[in-house]
Antibody
Framework: DVQLVQSGAEVKKAGESLRISCEGSGYSFTSYWITWVRQMPGKGLEWMGRIDPRDSYTNYSPSFHGHVTMSSDKSSNTAYLQWSILKASDTAVYYC?????????????WGQGTTVTVSS | SYELTQPPSVSVSPGQTARITCSGDALPKLYAFWYQQRAGQAPVLVIYKDRERPSGIPERFSGSTSGTTATLTISGVQAEDEADYYCQSADSSDAWVFGGGTKLTVL
């Protein structure tokens, strides 16, 4: 089965750092971009950016550029989203999703989401 | 920044047709995608490249575009279709963007 499995829920304090993960299986990991999407409590989906696992090229949304860092490890088929300084406003569910790098097939497989809670 | 505009809510009775619109200036040039998100679940792709349906998505889901508006149509709505629906596209710098989402209520 093709799937993206994300790391578990996190509870942190403002000012702390955090890295969450997204592991792909059942497909060629380097043939698909990984995109990250934020959903704040009771709100809509927000595109944060994407990474190409072949060469780690990244494209960030201006809204998130400089506040998060996306990375990937081809050897373990895993993508990461990290914060060096968390804020209470980072409290949200974070989804990873894949999109075929050679065509506009949409984000066709999604992870289950990682809930991040940041207390002030 | 580029925006996609959706109505906040749409309500239909079972068996009727639901139409959810998404407006954006770049939609005549760039594809629209649609995602369904049921309560407490991850989103699911239901339409890609304006009108294509992924395998496993029921035929009652269809997509279309006209000018700056993309439309998701759900024919013969069922109770299980109650969810939030999001359109998604890209801007001129290839940054992706979601619409604000539409809550579909099945009466």
């Amino acid at each position: 089965d093709v799937q993206l499995v994300q790391s578990g829920a996190e509870v942190k304090k403002a000012g702390e750092s955090l890295r969450i993960s997204c592991e792909g299986s059942g497909y060629s990991f380097t043939s698909y971009w990984i995109t990250w999407v934020r959903q704040m409590p009771g709100k809509g989906l927000e595109w944060m950016g994407r990474i190409d696992p072949r060469d780690s090229y990244t494209n960030y949304s201006p809204s998130f550029h400089g506040h998060v860092t996306m990375s990937s490890d081809k050897s373990s088929n895993t993508a990461y989203l990290q914060w060096s300084i968390l804020k209470a406003s980072d409290t949200a569910v974070y989804y990873c999703a894949r999109r075929y790098s050679q065509g506009d097939s949409g984000m066709d497989v999604w992870g289950q989401g990682t809930t991040v809670t940041v207390s002030s | 920044s580029y925006e996609l505009t959706q109505p906040p809510s749409v309500s239909v009775s079972p068996g009727q047709t639901a139409r959810i619109t998404c407006s954006g200036d770049a939609l005549p040039k760039l594809y629209a995608f649609w995602y369904q998100q049921r309560a407490g679940q991850a989103p699911v792709l239901v339409i890609y490249k304006d009108r294509e349906r992924p395998s496993g998505i029921p035929e009652r889901f269809s997509g279309s575009t006209s000018g700056t508006t993309a439309t998701l149509t759900i024919s013969g709505v069922q109770a299980e279709d109650e969810a939030d629906y999001y359109c998604q596209s890209a801007d001129s710098s290839d940054a992706w963007v979601f619409g604000g989402g539409t809550k579909l209520t099945v009466l």
